[in-house]
């Protein structure tokens, strides 16, 4: 069975960091486009980050861009997601994602995902 596993979530307060993990259980991941969404109570589920399947290519939702970047070790079959500058609305549950094509900012793109790692960010 296909597993994506986070890891590295917490509670921080406003201005820390943190990095998020998700390791793929397949080799095949190596050649999937990964993306991290997160999602708050009551609303739905957003676009953070993406990153092809060589690491060539990243893209960022405008909410984070400058302070999130998205990364991959496809020897570990491993996606990063480093945070700086948390803020109290970066709150939310975080979920990684991969599909067997291109990075898309769409949810609905993706055929695999993971449990999800909460991050609260006091102020």
């Known amino acids: 069975q296909v597993q994506l596993i986070e890891s590295g979530g917490g509670l921080v307060q406003a201005g820390d960091s943190l990095r998020l993990s998700c390791t793929a259980s397949?080799?095949?991941?190596?050649?999937?486009?990964m993306g991290w969404f997160r999602q708050a109570p009551g609303t739905e589920r957003e676009f953070v980050a993406g990153?092809?399947?060589?690491?060539?290519?990243?893209y960022y939702a405008d909410s984070v861009k400058g302070r999130f970047t998205i990364s991959r070790d496809n020897a570990k079959i491993t996606v990063y997601l480093q945070m700086n500058s948390l803020q109290p609305e970066d709150t939310a549950v975080y979920f990684c994602?991969?599909?067997?094509?291109?990075?898309?900012?769409?949810?609905?793109?993706?055929?695999?995902w993971g449990q999800g790692t909460q991050v609260t960010v006091s102020s």
């Open positions: 994602a991969a599909r067997n094509a291109g990075v898309d900012t769409s949810s609905t793109e993706y055929n695999y």
């Open positions: 397949r080799r095949t991941f190596r050649s999937y486009a």
């Open positions: 990153i092809s399947w060589t690491g060539a290519y990243t």
